[in-house]
């Protein structure tokens, strides 16, 4: 007849904070369009994108929330982690200050955050090499202790961008 059952198919809601500049649209843009572009706009409030992945061969649509790092839409984040499965912290690894500000977004997400929510850090924008300011051995003790695995990742040149998400996933019961 043509007509087929919808197949199964689980759902991922993935949360992205981190600063302003820090590369977090880039990332999901990287990810969901492989594309990069060098001077994109600061987001306004959230903007949502969707992929599907296929993870040990079963399908999964991963709901990417990117959210905006700007401090005046700081109050809009808990409706965007709310029932997120998992989140992607980022850091500028060339700005130490991006890098102070993870902590206070764990310390939110384990007050406020969904239970078990499983994350990841990104260093980001390590093409940079030349403006290092987090080593990388300063970014992999911070998600150590956060419970959080660690990639250095550049969304310019797609450096890791997508092992982000397949270890999410794989990472998310
Ligand atoms: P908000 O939306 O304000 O929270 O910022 P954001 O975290 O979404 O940052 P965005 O992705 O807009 O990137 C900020 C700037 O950094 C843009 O000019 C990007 O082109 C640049 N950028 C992002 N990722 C990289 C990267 O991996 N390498 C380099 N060299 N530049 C990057
Ligand atoms: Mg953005």
């Given amino acids: 007849s043509g007509t087929e059952p919808a197949q199964r198919c689980r759902e991922i809601k993935i949360v992205l904070l ?12 990287r990810y969901v369009t492989d594309t990069f572009r060098p001077h994109g706009e600061s987001t306004i409030g959230a ?20 959210t905006a ?9 808990p409706m965007y982690y709310r029932g997120a499965a998992a989140a992607i912290l980022v850091y ?20 406020r955050g969904p239970e ?9 924008k390590c093409d940079l090499e030349e403006g290092r300011e987090v080593e990388v051995a300063e970014g992999a003790e911070f998600a150590q202790k956060s419970g959080a695995d660690f990639f ?14 397949t270890t999410l996933v794989t990472n998310v019961q």
């Fill in 69 to 77: 790092g700007q401090e005046k839409y700081h109050s809009l984040a």
């Fill in 92 to 111: 500028d690894m060339t700005k130490k200050s991006s890098f102070e500000k993870l902590q206070k977004w764990v310390d939110e997400l384990k007050e």
């Fill in 116 to 124: 078990g929510i499983v994350l990841c850090v990104a260093a980001n």
């Fill in 47 to 66: 903007s949502f994108m969707s992929k599907m992945i296929v993870n040990n061969g079963s399908p999964c649509k991963c709901q990417i929330w990117d």
């Fill in 152 to 165: 250095e990742t550049s969304a310019k040149n797609d450096e890791n961008v997508g092992r982000i998400f």
């Fill in 18 to 29: 981190g600063d302003s500049g820090v590369g977090k649209s880039s990332i999901a843009q």
